[in-house]
Nanobody, 123 residues
Framework: QVQLVESGGGLVQAGGSLRLSCAAS????????IGWFRRPPGKEREFVAA????????YYANSVKGRFTLSRDNAKNGVYLQMNSLKPEDTAVYYC????????????????WGQGTQVTVSS
């Protein structure tokens, strides 16, 4: 069993930055893919980014590529999403998730989810 807790959301102006954190307990991330998804207001959940912990490879949605960066802290069993040059369309509830499938951009491939953290970008 893995418990995930996100933090770091908030209100920021367009062009600003936020850093989201995902902390895990119950099991280490070593054999998992850790993904970030978001649910914009009135829209479906969408893939943002993911990291394959075992090989350190990262994947990004086209909409955030070049603006968002994933990193990890092995000692703290944490994953961080640095979000720069934020846009109003980045407004959403952001979730981290853990799974063992290679389908990193498919929410159905993830077994564990955090409670989400709200990110609001004002224009």
């Amino acid at each position: 069993q893995v418990q995930l807790v996100e933090s770091g959301g908030g209100l920021v102006q367009a062009g600003g930055s936020l850093r989201l954190s995902c902390a895990a307990s119950g099991r280490t991330f070593s054999s998992y893919v850790i993904g970030w998804f978001r649910r914009p207001p009135g829209k479906e959940r969408e893939f943002v980014a993911a990291i394959d912990w075992s090989i350190g490879r990262t994947y990004y949605a086209n909409s955030v590529k070049g603006r968002f960066t994933l990193s990890r802290d092995n000692a703290k069993n944490g994953v961080y999403l640095q979000m720069n040059s934020l846009k109003p369309e980045d407004t959403a509830v952001y979730y981290c998730a853990a799974g063992t499938s290679g389908y990193y951009n498919n929410y159905a491939a993830y077994d564990y989810w955090g409670q989400g953290t709200q990110v609001t970008v004002s224009s």
